[in-house]
């Protein structure tokens, strides 16, 4: 906000009464830095929201990014591999270059990397997480139909995991879903919700499955892994 103000020429004080406060109170964003986060993909979901002037909106905007550049995600999954026939190696291989071929298009560069056998890792690097996460479920169906077709056999080490220094940065998606609960609750207020109807609500989060409301899920392992986990 400061150095859109001192680009415009105009007291900062002046842009929050103008607009700046509306990101919070109109846009329904927790804070002006989340509504700046998704300006930065979708500048309209932003500011059809609230009343500002194209010049305004413009060196905010070029402001937003340049100061608020993202670094793109580094999204993996661990897995293991194993296959105990003849071609046990070639099925490995083919597993993963079959997936490789498959899910590396418009764009999109997913890599895949033995850590110490059979333990392998994937990787996508993508400033969108929702779809590089799907990119990960789509190679690792792919690998684990591939090795039960020859004979092998998938186990799924890890869910998807954001890795490096921006890893605690807020997701876009995200960020919309946040901002839409917070509407549907205001508007449950507004029409007069019960105490007793929040009891059930809060008794109800206990039996939320995690791996169900997660974009990417675990991929079914075999019986026998199940049967070790149980274990």
Known sequence: MKQTAIKLGTPVEQLYDAWGWDLYE???????????????????????????????????????????????LKIRVDFALTCTTYEGVD?????????????????????????????????VVTHRKAEGEQKLKQALEIIKTVMKEKGGHFKQKSLPTIIGANKDEPDTQDLLENMKNRREEQDGDVSGGSSEDEEDNDEGMGDIDIDKDL?????????????EKKE
């Not at 927790?30 to 009343?51: G, N, S, Y």
């Not at 498959?102 to 764009?107: F, I, K």
């Open 215 to 227: 974009n990417v899920h675990a991929v079914e392992e075999d019986d026998d892994d199940l049967e």
């Open 26 to 72: 109109k846009a329904g964003f927790d804070h002006a830095l989340d509504a700046f986060r998704v300006a930065m993909t979708d500048p309209e979901i932003v500011f059809t929201k609230v009343k500002i002037s194209p010049e305004h909106k413009a060196v905010l905007l070029d402001t937003i990014n340049k100061k608020m550049a993202s670094n793109p």
């Open 91 to 123: 099925v490995i291989k083919e597993a993963l270059l079959v997936a490789k071929h498959q899910v590396n298009t418009d764009g999109w560069k997913v890599d895949f990397k033995m850590i110490a056998a059979p333990n392998y890792k994937i990787e």
